[in-house]
T-cell receptor, first 112, second 114 residues
């Protein structure tokens, strides 16, 4: 029943490792997003895909690479993890432009 | 570009108190305005929205009116409950990129005590 689901919920890893976060939505939406939320709750958009095509690519280190195998999935791969990557990463999806976003419950990434 | 500014928190209230969280915006045109709520350990969820000037969005006892004259979209609730404790975000679409990007305020944490 979950509309936007992301895995894993928690991810603890060491500096220098490579990790992936997966996201799936069953709402039939065309557009999906990755947001990063820091410890002060500030939300920053990272990427957006529309029907498997990258449409938003904010100023994000190229260690972060999104991949959308189909419009229901948007994964995030992070290479060479750094301490500053520790945050909560949220996946979201949306139907029509100007309509609300639907968020997943987040993946808390801790880099030690 | 479009932007949104909301009051800093935390806001601490007793149960049944009146709540106001201020939000002002800068926008090209008249985009929809949103309030999202984030409960502890969860993702954001839409609380209410307004699509044009003078519209009032409402949900779960919360209200916000889209005011063009003051470029504001303040969130109000007449009587808060402990279960309303959460972080509240004001948001609007970016004017660039076909309104595909939603811009969020910094968030206001609300703590309600019994």
């Amino acid at each position: 029943d979950t509309a936007v689901s992301q895995t894993p919920k928690y991810l603890v890893t060491q500096m220098g490792n490579d990790k992936s976060i997966k996201c799936e939505q069953n709402l039939g939406h065309d557009t999906m997003y990755w947001y990063k939320q820091d410890s002060k709750k500030f939300l920053k958009i990272m990427f957006s895909y529309n029907n498997k095509e990258l449409i938003i690519n904010e100023t994000v280190p190229n260690r972060f690479s999104p991949k959308s195998p189909d419009k229901a999935h948007l994964n995030l791969h992070i290479n060479s993890l750094e301490l500053g990557d520790s945050a909560v990463y949220f996946c979201a999806s949306r139907g029509q432009p100007n309509s609300p976003l639907h968020f997943g419950n987040g993946t808390r990434l801790t880099v030690t | 570009g479009n932007s949104v500014t909301q009051m800093e928190g935390p806001v601490t209230l007793s149960e049944e108190a009146f709540l106001t969280i201020n939000c002002t915006y800068t926008a090209t045109g008249y985009p929809s305005l949103f309030w999202y709520v984030q409960y502890p350990g969860e993702g954001l969820q839409l609380l209410l929205k307004a699509t044009k000037a003078d519209d009032k969005g409402s949900n779960k006892g919360f209200e916000a009116t889209y005011r063009k004259e003051t470029t504001s979209f303040h969130l109000e609730k007449g009587s808060v409950q402990v279960s309303d404790s959460a972080v509240y975000f004001c948001a609007l679409p970016s004017a660039s990129g076909g309104y595909n990007k939603l811009i969020f305020g910094a968030g206001t944490r609300l703590a309600v005590h019994p």
